[in-house]
């Protein structure tokens, strides 16, 4: 994290804390590069890693806090994490944003959702007797009440991240040998699938569903864009074992990045109801949308393993695979039948409204 930390702040945040907090008395350092002309701290510009780097400008200490003053850093990683990703309703704080601090969030969920949605979301969805009225404006407005949440809880971990308490590493040197570079990405898979499927099937248990998970559980034919739509401590804590990995394992710089767009991208694919992935091993689309549809099965993120072990899988229908019978009246009364039965007994009274059961306006 130290690396987009790094990115951000020399294209965007170094400006911002140079204007709400600026230096009093600027003196030279004669470290500086020739872009930087006065600098009021002792801060040095140190890469974050060796490959890649961003040269400061001439904001990059212009401000009373800098670089590396943990209170900055803590701010800067809860602005990354939230207001750039709440750039769908951008807040009066999030004006003092450049475009370009905003775009990482925009591309983790609003873009790569919006692009699922036009290219590979079924639109036929809209029919099923299960969509509900103002779904996507509402799926929207639930990750951006989200947002902010996850975001406070998130930035202390980003924070122990940047300042050098988790075993995240540069160079190959650094890490545990070459070999580690590529073990490193099914262990990452293994570790989360595992710790996700627990988390997300104790988030089933009835003292905990309705108050976590049941706002989630309102796309019962959810879009992308319900990817990220969670009660913020629901998301918070299926999140959790992506970012604990780091303090127990040891993982590469640009890796963690890459991981982190890729859950993001992940979560999206899964919630496209697109179901390509007809494999008894991948927890694809099918298997999610089963949980979606009938509630206690299919918990697992990436694979089908631990619900196998744990009695909880349950194979996606074969209509789903075939295109002209997966969005059939036939299959959805079907669906509808055994939904009913199973979200009575889950979660009791029904309070969702169904875009089907709206009254149809007479011309």
Request: net charge positive; with cysteine.
């Given at each position: 994290?130290?690396?987009?930390?790094?990115?951000?702040?020399?294209?965007?945040?170094?400006?911002?804390?140079?204007?709400?907090?600026?230096?009093?008395?600027?003196?030279?350092?004669?470290?500086?590069?020739?872009?930087v002309?006065?600098?009021?701290?002792?801060?040095?510009?140190?890469?974050?890693?060796?490959?890649?780097?961003?040269?400061?400008?001439?904001?990059?200490?212009?401000?009373?806090?800098?670089?590396?003053?943990?209170r900055?850093?803590?701010?800067?990683?809860?602005?990354?994490?939230?207001?750039?990703?709440h750039?769908?309703?951008?807040?009066?704080?999030?004006?003092?944003?450049?475009?370009?601090?905003?775009?990482?969030?925009?591309?983790?969920?609003?873009?790569?959702?919006?692009?699922?949605?036009?290219f590979?979301?079924?639109?036929?969805?809209?029919?099923?007797?299960?969509?509900?009225?103002?779904?996507?404006?509402?799926?929207?407005?639930?990750?951006?009440?989200?947002?902010?949440?996850?975001?406070?809880?998130?930035?202390?971990?980003?924070?122990l991240?940047?300042?050098?308490?988790?075993?995240?590493?540069?160079?190959?040197?650094?890490?545990?040998?070459?070999?580690?570079?590529?073990?490193?990405f099914?262990?990452?898979?293994?570790?989360?699938?595992?710790?996700?499927?627990?988390?997300?099937?104790?988030?089933?248990?009835?003292?905990?569903?309705?108050?976590?998970?049941?706002?989630?559980?309102?796309w019962?034919?959810?879009?992308?864009?319900?990817?990220?739509?969670?009660?913020?401590?629901?998301?918070?804590?299926?999140?959790?074992?992506?970012?604990?990995?780091?303090?127990?394992?040891?993982l590469?710089?640009?890796?963690?990045?890459?991981?982190?767009?890729?859950?993001?991208?992940w979560?999206?694919?899964?919630?496209?109801?697109?179901?390509?992935?007809?494999?008894?091993?991948?927890?694809?689309a099918?298997?999610?949308?089963?949980?979606?549809?009938?509630?206690?099965?299919?918990?697992?993120?990436?694979?089908?393993?631990?619900?196998?072990?744990?009695?909880?899988?349950?194979?996606?229908?074969?209509?789903?695979?075939?295109?002209?019978?997966?969005?059939?009246?036939?299959?959805?009364n079907?669906?509808?039948?055994?939904?009913?039965?199973?979200a009575?007994?889950?979660?009791?009274?029904?309070?969702?409204?169904?875009?089907?059961?709206?009254?149809?306006?007479?011309?």
């Amino acid at each position: 994290m130290d690396i987009v930390l790094e990115f951000f702040d020399t294209f965007a945040f170094d400006a911002m804390w140079a204007t709400l907090l600026p230096a009093k008395q600027p003196a030279y350092a004669p470290n500086a590069t020739s872009s930087v002309r006065e600098i009021p701290t002792t801060w040095q510009f140190v890469p974050a890693s060796d490959y890649l780097s961003f040269t400061p400008r001439k904001y990059a200490c212009m401000s009373q806090w800098p670089r590396d003053d943990w209170r900055r850093q803590l701010v800067t990683l809860f602005l990354i994490i939230w207001c750039v990703a709440h750039a769908l309703h951008p807040t009066r704080l999030g004006t003092l944003l450049t475009p370009s601090a905003r775009l990482f969030g925009v591309v983790l969920y609003f873009v790569f959702a919006t692009l699922s949605y036009v290219f590979v979301f079924d639109k036929a969805a809209f029919n099923h007797p299960k969509y509900l009225k103002n779904q996507i404006r509402l799926e929207i407005r639930q990750a951006n009440i989200a947002f902010p949440v996850i975001a406070v809880l998130t930035a202390p971990i980003f924070l122990l991240e940047v300042r050098g308490y988790s075993k995240l590493y540069d160079t190959t040197a650094e890490g545990p040998g070459l070999w580690y570079n590529f073990l490193q990405f099914p262990l990452f898979i293994c570790f989360t699938d595992y710790c996700i499927y627990w988390i997300h099937r104790y988030l089933h248990h009835p003292l905990i569903y309705k108050r976590l998970h049941k706002p989630h559980h309102k796309w019962i034919m959810p879009t992308p864009y319900a990817s990220h739509a969670f009660h913020p401590l629901d998301g918070f804590a299926q999140g959790f074992p992506y970012h604990m990995f780091p303090f127990i394992f040891p993982l590469q710089k640009f890796t963690y990045v890459f991981l982190f767009i890729f859950i993001n991208f992940w979560t999206i694919m899964i919630h496209d109801g697109e179901y390509i992935a007809d494999n008894p091993i991948i927890n694809g689309a099918a298997c999610h949308t089963m949980h979606h549809l009938y509630f206690n099965f299919n918990y697992g993120q990436f694979t089908t393993l631990w619900d196998r072990l744990g009695g909880s899988y349950r194979k996606p229908n074969d209509e789903l695979f075939r295109k002209e019978l997966k969005m059939c009246q036939t299959e959805w009364n079907k669906q509808v039948k055994e939904i009913e039965k199973i979200a009575n007994e889950v979660e009791g009274e029904n309070d969702r409204t169904n875009l089907a059961d709206e009254p149809k306006k007479v011309r």
